[in-house]
C-alpha cells in the first residue's frame, strides 16, 4: 500500500504562485511498481482533470495545455516527493488538488488539498 499526503494549498491573489507537495509513504519505485506520479484537480460538478505528470524513472513530464508555461512538476526521489510549482494563477486554477501514484492495474490517491485563486 502506498499513502500520498498533500500540502501547499490554499488562497492566493490571482498572478500569484503556490507550491504543492506530495509525499509518498514508500519507496516511489519500490516491489509496488509506481511508474509515475502527478496531479489532477477537480471542481464541483465538473470530471477531474489531469494537471501534469512526471515518470518515476527519467523525470519525463506531461501537462495539460491549461498549465503549460506556468506549471512545473519536478520529484525528489531521495524524499519520496513530488511538487507542483504553480505560477501566474489564475481565478479558473481554483479547485481540490489531487497527487495521485501510478503503477500497473492501480492507482493510488492523496485527500486534495484546496487551491483559490482569487480575482
Known amino acids: 500500500q502506498v499513502q500520498l499526503v498533500e500540502s501547499g494549498g490554499g488562497l492566493v491573489q490571482a498572478g500569484g504562485s503556490l507550491r504543492l507537495s506530495c509525499v509518498a509513504s514508500?519507496?516511489?519505485?519500490?516491489?509496488?511498481?509506481?511508474?509515475?506520479m502527478g496531479w489532477y484537480r477537480q471542481v464541483p460538478g465538473k470530471q477531474r482533470e489531469l494537471v501534469a505528470t512526471?515518470?518515476?524513472?527519467?523525470?519525463?513530464?506531461n501537462y495539460a495545455d491549461s498549465v503549460k508555461g506556468r506549471f512545473t512538476i519536478s520529484r525528489d526521489n531521495a524524499v519520496n516527493t513530488v511538487y507542483l510549482q504553480m505560477s501566474g494563477l489564475k481565478p479558473e486554477d481554483t479547485a481540490v488538488y489531487y497527487c495521485?501514484?501510478?503503477?500497473?492495474?492501480?492507482?493510488?490517491w492523496g485527500q486534495g488539498t484546496q487551491v483559490t485563486v482569487s480575482s
Open positions: 495521485y501514484a501510478h503503477q500497473p492495474g492501480y492507482q493510488y
Open positions: 512526471i515518470t518515476t524513472s527519467g523525470g519525463n513530464t
Open positions: 514508500r519507496t516511489m519505485r519500490s516491489a509496488f511498481r509506481i511508474d509515475s
